[in-house]
């Protein structure tokens, strides 16, 4: 069974940073994707940043110059630094990924999500 696993929201000021990391476990063949997601309550989720296989990330226009995604080596781990952050950021935000599992079928998991608060 995959599993991601999320951490690193909270509380931060107008302006500030966090870095967000999400754990892949389990059992798997590879990682075809790797995505951040966020969701405002109410509202549908929006696809924050993306890695598709080795690809360079990409980026919601609403985040790019601010946000960088990253990945450990061993692609086990992805990361999203978020800087210079907006109260519009305010959101629950997921890991996503699309994973090549050993029952030789691509499935897509998800983190339980980490929630992210900005204030001015």
């Known amino acids: 069974q995959v599993q991601l696993e999320e951490s690193g929201g909270g509380l931060v000021h107008l302006g500030g940073s966090l870095r967000l990391s999400c754990t892949i476990s389990?059992?798997?063949?590879?990682?075809?994707?790797m995505n951040w997601y966020r969701r405002v309550p109410g509202q549908q989720y929006e696809l924050v940043a993306s890695?598709?296989?080795?690809?360079?990330?990409n980026y919601a226009d609403s985040v790019k110059g601010r946000f960088t995604m990253s990945r450990s080596a061993d692609k086990y781990a992805m990361y999203l630094q978020m800087n210079n952050l907006k109260p519009e950021d305010t959101a629950v935000y997921y890991c996503?990924?699309?994973?090549?599992?050993?029952?030789?079928?691509?499935?897509?998991?998800w983190g339980q999500g980490t929630s992210v608060t900005v204030v001015s």
């Open positions: 389990g059992s798997l063949l590879s990682i075809r994707a």
């Open positions: 996503n990924a699309r994973i090549f599992g050993t029952m030789l079928t691509e499935q897509t998991y």
């Open positions: 890695i598709e296989a080795d690809e360079s990330p």
